[in-house]
């Protein structure tokens, strides 16, 4: 086999000769976010054209102008600093949450403690016993009618929203076998409802709605108290003479009646005037309400 001849060698003080072109070093593949190739990757760079130098080779990374080059990647938002990392901040902001949810429960309950207690019966220490008659003073009627009725009669209520006593008498002169005047007695105590309102309407306009009775206002006598009366005798033997005195202290009312009728088969001719009748039911109500708180 024949040998092919040798180049002989080249001075070192010679520039090296044109040779075949070199083959550019292939363009490592562009980095992208996805794990398989990708239509973003860069395309791969021609090779250069034959010629006496060798073509330099591309740098990494998008070029200028290629379209196919991959877009920049965009940086994370940045994250919050934690707890560790500002600790006095988050501790404050903690307690100032934790301090506007405690004095929201306080303001809460303070509104429910206080709107309760507005709404508490106020029934100053009053009570409604189960014998009412026992308990009340009439005893201002007792000098006019000497034989007062010795079995009066009563009644009770027990309920939440409201306790009642009520009692009847007959009042008898000497002598008298049948009732010359009659006296009823009735307390109630309000726990659920201000009666204020409807007592005002009721006893300060009971004129406006029942006619011929007259009305005035007592004072020193619970909250508000009325006086009202009639007398339709007109200095005849027939006729009728009434009087009520009406209190209302706090949640508490109170009501003391006299009535008498007058005809010509009573042997009763000369029955206590209106005047004597309002100041013996001042006397005994006051009596009986201070009773009443025992």
């Known amino acids: 086999m024949s040998t092919p001849p040798q180049q002989p060698a080249q ?7 044109p040779g075949p072109p070199a083959q550019p070093p ?5 980095p992208t976010a996805y794990p398989y190739p990708s239509p973003q990757s860069a395309p791969p760079v021609p090779q250069s054209p034959p010629g006496p130098f060798q073509a330099p080779a591309m740098p990494a990374g998008p070029q200028p102008g290629n379209p196919y080059a991959q877009p920049p990647q965009y940086a994370p938002p940045p994250v919050p600093p934690t707890a560790g990392g500002n600790g006095a901040a988050g501790r404050a902001v903690l307690w100032a ?9 306080a303001w809460a309950a303070g509104v429910f403690l206080l709107g309760a207690a507005a709404n508490a019966a106020d029934l100053r220490g ?4 189960s014998d009412l008659c026992s308990r009340a003073d009439y005893g201002s009627f007792k000098d006019e009618y000497t034989a007062s ?8 209520l027990k309920d939440r929203a409201l306790e009642e006593s ?8 000497s002598g008298s076998s049948y009732a010359d005047a009659y006296l009823s007695i009735q307390v109630d105590l309000h726990k659920k409802t201000d009666p204020a309102p409807e007592f005002t309407a009721t006893w300060k306009n009971y004129e406006a709605s029942h006619t011929g009775y007259d009305v005035g206002a007592v004072e020193d006598i619970g909250d508000e108290a009325y006086l009202v009366t009639q007398d339709t005798t007109s200095g005849t033997s027939a006729g009728s003479r009434y009087a009520t005195l009406a209190v209302r202290d706090g949640w508490v009312t109170y009501t003391m009646s006299y009535s008498a009728y007058l005809s010509s088969y009573d042997p009763d001719k000369d029955p206590p005037k209106i ?11 006051r009596n ?3 009773r009443l708180k025992d």
């Open 126 to 129: 009053y009570a409604a016993p």
């Open 26 to 30: 292939s363009v490592p593949p562009q």
């Open 275 to 285: 005047d004597e009748i309002s100041d013996w039911l001042k006397t005994d109500t």
């Open 166 to 173: 009520y009692c009847s008498a007959s009042l008898k002169k």
């Open 11 to 17: 001075p070192a003080d010679r520039p090296p000769q």
């Open 149 to 156: 009725d010795s079995t009066p009669t009563h009644s009770s």
């Open 288 to 290: 009986t309400l201070d």
């Open 97 to 105: 949450v934790v301090g506007a949810v405690v004095a929201s429960a």
